[in-house]
Nanobody, 125 residues
């Protein structure tokens, strides 16, 4: 069982920035796809960004393109969030699952095996 630990959420004003981190507890990432999802209040969980641990293209949902950047370093995956908007308010989750070249596979939360506990991001107007 892999436990993913997220950190970095908080309260920020519109236009501000936050960086989220995700690391596996007691293990290392290898040959998986790691993604960030978010769940706004009263809405379904949605894909935000994803990255293959061993390299390859990154993927972003349209609402965050140009503002968010997913990256990795050693055994941690980051989500740098800039120019935050009130509509970015959500609980953000890190997830890991099988690699795929199919975008529609990668944006489906049911395809992921392991999830973090979530971290709250609140953007005030």
């Amino acid at each position: 069982q892999v436990q993913l630990v997220e950190s970095g959420g908080g309260l920020v004003q519109a236009g501000g920035s936050l960086r989220l981190s995700c690391a596996p507890s007691g293990r290392t990432f290898s040959n998986v796809h790691v993604a960030w999802f978010r769940q706004p209040p009263g809405k379904e969980r949605e894909f935000v960004a994803g990255i293959n641990w061993s390299g390859g293209p990154t993927n972003y949902a349209d609402p965050v393109k140009g503002r968010f950047t997913i990256s990795r370093d050693l055994n941690t995956v980051y989500l740098q969030m800039n120019s935050l908007k009130p509509e970015d308010t959500a609980v953000y989750y890190c997830a890991s699952g099988p690699r795929s070249a199919n975008y529609y596979f990668l944006i489906n939360p049911q395809k992921y095996d392991y999830w973090g506990q979530g971290t709250q991001v609140t953007v005030s107007s």
